[in-house]
C-alpha cells in the first residue's frame, strides 16, 4: 500500500520555503489557464477540445522527461502502475472533466468555490483515515481562507444552484483533493517528473476516449483570438497551456505537495484563485473589485493561519492512503 509524509512539519525553514515558493509557482501557472481558455471559448473551442489539447501537449512534453528519470527502473513504475492510473484518472481527467460537467449547470464562480473545498476534503480525510486532529489554528486558517474565497470568487453577487452541477462540482474536488494527497507520496520512490508525466498520459488517454464516445464535445476554431488587444494565432494560446499550465504546473505542484505535505500544499493552492483573478485582468481587462482585493488578502492569511497551525499536528511517518 501507498505511503505519504510529511503532513506535519517537521522539516527545516528552507524546506518549507522551498515548498511554499514552488507551489505559489505552481498555482500561477495553473491559474494562467483560465484567462487562456477564455478568448478560445468565445471563439468556438468546446471545453473538451481545449482540455485535451492541453494535457496531450503536457504529456508530450514532460513524457520524455519522466522516462528518463527513472533511468531504466521499469519496475520501479510497475510497482507504482496503480498509483500512476489512480493519478492520470482523478487528479488529471476526472478533475478536469467533473468541473468542465459542472459550469454546464452553474456559474463559474460557484461551480470553483465548491472545487476549491479540496483542502478540507484533505484536512477531514488525514483526520478520519489517519487520525491527524488539526489544531485551533489551522482549523481558524481555514475559515479565514474560505471568507477570502468566498469574496474572490464574487459568490456574493448571486448565485443559482443545480443540483448536477452540484453533484459534478463536488466530483471534482474529489478529484482535486486526490491531487494533493497523491502528489504528497514521497515514499513510492517515483520522481515527481514520472508521476507527472504517467498522470498526464494516462489522463489524455481517458479524455480522448470520451471524446471519441461523445462524452467529451470536442470542437476545434482555427480562428486568431484577443488578449489585452493583442491578436494572435489560435496555437499560441494552446502551446502555453500545454507548457505552462499542464507540464510546468503538474511538475511543479507534485515537487511542493511533497516538501510541504497534502494538507498545507493544498491550502496554498488556494492562491490560484486570486492569480486566476490577477491573469483575467492582465490578459482579459477584467479588473477586480475591491471586495476581490480583500479576499485575496483573507486567502493569503489564512494560509499563513494553516501553515503556524501545522506544528501542533503530531509527527506522522509512512500514513498508509
Known sequence: MATMTHDAVVAVPPRSASGITIALLSAM???????????????????????????????AVVLPFGVAALRGNWALLGRNLGLVTMYGVLAVAGAQFCYFSAVQYLEVGPALLIEYTAPAGVVVWLWVRHHQRPGRLTIAGAAVAGVGLLLVLDVFAGIGLHAGGVAWALAAMVGAASYFVISADDTTGLPPITLAAGGLVVGGVLLGVLGLLGVLPL???????????????????????GLVTASFAYV????????????????????????????????????????QAIGGLLVLAGVVGVKLGEKSTPEVQQIPL
Open 219 to 241: 470542437r476545434a476554431v482555427r480562428a486568431s483570438v484577443d488578449y489585452a488587444g493583442v491578436e494572435v494565432d489560435w496555437w499560441v494560446p494552446l502551446v502555453l497551456l
Open 29 to 59: 501557472s495553473f491559474a494562467l489557464s483560465g484567462a487562456l481558455v477564455s478568448p478560445l471559448l468565445d471563439a468556438g473551442w468546446s471545453a473538451g477540445a481545449v482540455v485535451l489539447v492541453r494535457i496531450g501537449v503536457g504529456a
Open 252 to 291: 511543479a505542484g507534485i515537487a511542493a505537495a511533497r516538501l510541504l505535505g497534502s494538507r498545507l500544499a493544498s491550502f496554498v493552492a488556494l492562491s490560484e484563485v486570486v492569480a486566476g483573478v490577477l491573469w483575467a485582468w492582465l490578459l482579459l481587462g477584467q479588473l477586480p473589485g475591491p471586495l
